[in-house]
């Protein structure tokens, strides 16, 4: 894959500060090819993911975002642009206060809720969805009712942030209280967004939360029957056994 890189607002060449950090001694210029090429792997794995959010119905157009961190800098999908139009050459990055340091493409509208989560929690990427049964519920309750143990796998149960207009401060401080404890919130009226160590694992939560909320819509439409809801304590439960899931390497 062809370096995407390209001059940024104030001249320096793009990529500089990733290669800096895993350069020697402040970026010499192995360093800075080997950073660049994290970046462009980097990149091409978040506009990956944003194209799958739209194969598996989790987004329509260009609503959703998806980003990815590496050091002090953020890749970020761009604002409107189809994902299936995102080339290497449209890497668009930015720093922790937003400056955007990599690319010619404006971020996302939705940067702020990005950046909030980088700069309170270890995460690595975030994935932001309008996925349509998790938005249902959100205009529904202000807490996903706890149909399922896999609430645990998002810290606990997931709660719904107050809706705000979206891009602004105020969304991202809701989310942030509602993402308390937790990996994955839903945002009134609006949609998911989720976090993890990897894009993948952003990626899945995103998925289970659909999954969460699609089966909750589901189990509570049957007239005259109420769902079954786990307890605190089983879905504490469940969190310790999902600590022990998977493969050990």
Not at 19 to 48: E, F, H, K, P
Not at 123 to 141: C, M, N, P, Y
């Amino acid at each position: 894959m062809a370096e995407p890189l390209r001059n940024t607002d104030d001249g320096h060449q793009a990529g500089n500060q990733a290669g800096q950090q895993s350069g020697d001694q402040g970026g010499n210029r192995t360093g800075q090819q080997a950073g660049n090429q994290d970046v462009a792997r980097l990149w091409a794995d978040v506009v990956a993911t944003a194209r799958r959010t739209v194969a598996d119905g989790l987004v329509v157009g260009t609503s959703g975002n998806v980003s990815a961190r590496i050091g002090d800098l953020v890749l970020v999908t761009p604002s409107g642009v189809p994902y299936d139009r995102l080339t290497p050459a449209d890497v668009t990055g930015v720093d922790l206060t937003g400056r955007r340091v990599l690319g010619t493409l404006v971020p996302t509208s939705e940067l702020p809720m990005h950046l909030a989560v980088y700069r309170t929690t270890d995460a690595r990427a975030v994935v932001h969805t309008h996925a349509v049964h998790a938005t249902a519920v959100s205009t529904l309750v202000p807490e996903l009712p706890t149909v399922h143990y896999m609430a645990a796998a998002l810290g606990g149960p997931v709660r719904v942030a107050p809706y705000a207009a979206y891009g602004t401060d105020e969304l991202a401080e809701n989310m942030l209280r509602a993402l308390a404890g937790r990996s994955g919130c839903l945002l009134q009226n609006h949609g998911t967004i989720t976090y993890g160590a990897t894009l993948d694992q952003a990626y899945d939560r995103t998925a289970q939360l659909e999954w969460m909320c699609r089966l909750w819509l589901t189990a509570s439409s049957v007239p005259g029957l109420t769902p079954s809801l786990l307890t605190e304590a089983q879905v504490t439960e469940a969190g310790e056994r999902l600590k022990g899931y998977g493969q050990r390497r």
